[in-house]
């Protein structure tokens, strides 16, 4: 198994940038493929962005397409998503998620490992 811990959210405001942070332990960081998932209030968790075991492919929801950056650094067992251009829309609680799966995923359901989450705010 494998345990994730998110960090980096906080207020920002809009136009403003914000980097997440998902550090990993338990079982080879390499061994996963990664996911961002983000949750407004009331609504339906979303598919942000995924890296695969290797970084060489990446995933994006169209609403994050050219402002988002996803990367991963095996090193240190952590993947990043780097938030620029942010928009009040942006506002959720950002989950990282890990799956066994070889390939890249938006769906929820494909991922195995989950964190408790971190608290994005942005501010018009």
């Known amino acids: 198994q494998v345990q994730l811990v998110e960090s980096g959210g906080g207020l920002v405001q809009a136009g403003g940038s914000l980097r997440l942070s998902c550090a990993t332990s338990?079982?080879?960081?390499?061994?996963?493929?990664m996911g961002w998932f983000r949750q407004a209030p009331g609504k339906k968790r979303e598919f942000v962005a995924a890296?695969?075991?290797?970084?060489?492919?990446?995933l994006y929801a169209d609403s994050v397409k050219g402002r988002f950056t996803v990367s991963r650094d095996d090193a240190k067992n952590t993947m990043f998503l780097q938030m620029n251009s942010l928009k009040p829309e942006d506002t959720a609680v950002y989950y990282c998620?890990?799956?066994?799966?070889?390939?890249?995923?938006?769906?929820?359901?494909?991922?195995?490992?989950w964190g408790q989450g971190t608290q994005v705010t942005v501010s018009s």
């Open positions: 998620a890990a799956t066994e799966r070889l390939y890249t995923s938006s769906l929820t359901g494909l991922y195995d490992y």
């Open positions: 338990g079982r080879t960081f390499s061994s996963y493929t």
């Open positions: 890296v695969s075991r290797n970084g060489r492919s990446t």
